[in-house]
């Protein structure tokens, strides 16, 4: 039998570049353009993200919030809607990118459990983690990450999964599931104050199954490791889940415009390596990441395609 080559599932769609929002808008198209530049040539098994399912999405969304989201995108020719306040938008082109944003994290879980690949990034756009169960906001639509994971405890049958978010933004969404399923751990390090404003010390989880570390304007690689270490990983080791989820926001970088924190690119790759480290016993190496924000187009391709390459080992 041939030896297996291929070393991670990459999961994306052409479909997530027709997602456009208004001029100048920082969620833009480029961006999933320049992390798959980035990714080009790496020995990774490509595949087409599908459509998210009603059911799957039901378990985060609630029916109605769903049912609003299908009746809302405007028909060609009709421009953009705004769904808060001008951040977060829809265009007659969305609605494939936004079901198969969610898709990609569920088909990834699936891959993944069945031994197909250990590992798997989602490179989609629209993010997720913003998304609450009845609310969009933050440029996210569905809960992409949450998704995956309530798939995986339902789906699949496991007891415990993981998601860690190292996105500069709080992931509000994401801990808004964590705050009524023990099955789910969240654990996030994110600058404050910053958007959306939520991740204090003090949420904790519906079980103790949340850790926000939230870090000042400025920090840096020293501060944020600290963090990662003191904090997130021994609470990720202690909660030994099965699966772990990793929202990939590159948005911490230096050189990112919409923050103030001070990583670089050997940060993330770091970050993968112990994450992938930590993965090793109780889930069996198992690990799903998705794209979440980054939007200085050249430290998003480089951080990712370091995170990337750390994860790939």
């Not at 169960?133 to 809960?143: E, L, S």
């Not at 104050?193 to 204090?200: A, F, Q």
């Amino acid at each position: 039998m041939r030896a297996k080559t291929v070393a991670m599932l990459l999961l994306t769609h052409p479909s997530m570049l027709d997602h456009t929002g208004p001029p100048g808008h920082p969620e833009r198209p480029q961006r999933l353009e320049a992390v798959l530049a980035a990714l080009e040539g790496m020995p990774l098994d490509r595949r087409e993200a599908p459509y998210a399912r009603r059911d799957a999405l039901e378990r985060v969304h609630p029916s109605a919030f769903v049912s609003a989201i299908e009746s809302v995108f405007p028909r060609p020719g009709e421009g953009m809607i705004a769904l808060d306040s001008g951040d977060t938008f829809l265009c007659d082109a969305s609605r494939e990118a936004v079901w198969r944003a969610a898709g990609a994290c569920t088909a990834a879980v699936d891959a993944v459990m069945a031994g197909e690949d250990a590992t798997a990034f989602c490179a989609v756009r629209p993010p997720g983690h913003h998304a609450e169960p009845a609310q969009a906001m933050g440029f996210c639509i569905f809960n992409n990450i949450a998704v995956g994971a309530l798939h995986a405890l339902e789906a699949h049958g496991l007891k415990r999964v993981a998601v860690i978010d190292f996105d500069v933004h709080h992931g509000n969404g994401t801990q808004a599931v964590a705050q009524k399923e023990g099955r789910l751990f969240f654990a996030s390090t994110h600058q404050s104050p910053l958007y959306p404003g939520t991740g204090r010390v003090t949420d904790t989880g519906v079980a103790g199954n949340a850790v926000n570390a939230p870090l000042p304007p400025g920090a840096g690689s020293e501060m944020w490791r600290k963090a990662m270490e003191a904090r997130v990983l021994p609470a990720l080791d202690a909660f030994a889940p099965e699966l772990v989820f990793i929202s990939a926001g590159f948005d911490a970088h230096r050189a990112d415009p919409l923050a103030e924190m001070a990583l670089e690119d050997e940060d993330f790759a770091w970050a993968a390596a112990a994450l992938k480290e930590a993965a090793g016993a109780s889930a069996r190496g198992r690990i799903v990441a998705s794209l979440e924000g980054g939007y200085d187009l050249r430290a998003l391709a480089s951080s990712a395609k370091a995170f990337v390459e750390a994860l790939v080992g």
